[in-house]
Nanobody, 128 residues
Framework: QVQLVESGGGLVQAGDSLRLSCAAS????????MGWFRQAPGKEREFVAA????????YYANSVKGRFTISRDNAKNTVYLQMNSLKPEDTAVYYC?????????????????????WGQGTQVTVSP
């Protein structure tokens, strides 16, 4: 079982940037895809971005494409989510997640059911 701890959330104004971090422990990090999800009040948890374990293949939700960037540092067992040009509609609790399986080096999971371990979440609030 892998443990995930997110950090980096906060209160910012529209147009600002934030970088979320997720530190992983308890399992080999470098051979599993990672993802970010978010959940706004009164809404279901939704996919934001994910990254393969090899060669940095990525996939983004349309709502964040071009503004958010997911990356990973396997030497630090950490995955990041760089969020630029933030909007009030980006306000949510952001969750880091680890894939249930490693898959091929280009495998990028995007469904909640593809992920087996979750962090506790970090709040991101974007004011108008």
């Amino acid at each position: 079982q892998v443990q995930l701890v997110e950090s980096g959330g906060g209160l910012v104004q529209a147009g600002d940037s934030l970088r979320l971090s997720c530190a992983a422990s308890g399992r080999t990090f470098s051979t599993y895809p990672m993802g970010w999800f978010r959940q706004a009040p009164g809404k279901e948890r939704e996919f934001v971005a994910a990254i393969s374990w090899g060669n940095g293949y990525t996939y983004y939700a349309n709502s964040v494409k071009g503004r958010f960037t997911i990356s990973r540092d396997n030497a630090k067992n950490t995955v990041y989510l760089q969020m630029n040009s933030l909007k009030p509609e980006d306000t949510a609790v952001y969750y880091c997640a680890s894939s249930r399986r490693g898959g091929s080096y280009s495998y990028v999971p995007t469904e909640m059911g593809d992920f087996g371990s979750w962090g506790q979440g970090t709040q991101v609030t974007v004011s108008p």
